[in-house]
Nanobody, 119 residues
Framework: QVQLEESGGDSVELGGSLRLSCAASGMFSSINYMGWSRQAPGKQRELVASITSGGRTTYADSVKGRFTISRDDAKITVYLEMNSLKSEDTAVYYC?????????????WGQGTQVTVSS
């Protein structure tokens, strides 16, 4: 079993910044993919950013140039630095990791952390 502890969600003003963190713990032998998705009210969950074990990153077009994903493998933590926040960034943000349990690769999701951007 893998546990994901997310933190950093908050209410912030337009143009502000936040940094989300997601620390993984539990029984796994390696981590491949780490990422962040978000879900706004009435909308489907969408991938925001991801980073592979090799450091390759991908971003949703809507956040390119504003968000930065990074990972610290020593701390088994993935971060999402969010700058120039817009009202449309308001959502619950979910951490997602793909790990090898020793038998197979599996995906795990965090509980979510709320980000609210207001004017």
């Amino acid at each position: 079993q893998v546990q994901l502890e997310e933190s950093g969600g908050d209410s912030v003003e337009l143009g502000g910044s936040l940094r989300l963190s997601c620390a993984a713990s539990g029984m796994f032998s390696s981590i491949n993919y780490m990422g962040w998705s978000r879900q706004a009210p009435g909308k489907q969950r969408e991938l925001v950013a991801s980073i592979t074990s090799g450091g390759r990153t991908t971003y949703a077009d809507s956040v390119k140039g504003r968000f930065t994903i990074s990972r610290d493998d020593a701390k088994i933590t993935v971060y999402l630095e969010m700058n120039s926040l817009k009202s449309e960034d308001t959502a619950v943000y979910y951490c997602n990791v793909n790990v090898h349990t020793g038998r197979t690769w599996r995906n795990y999701w965090g509980q979510g952390t709320q980000v609210t951007v207001s004017s």
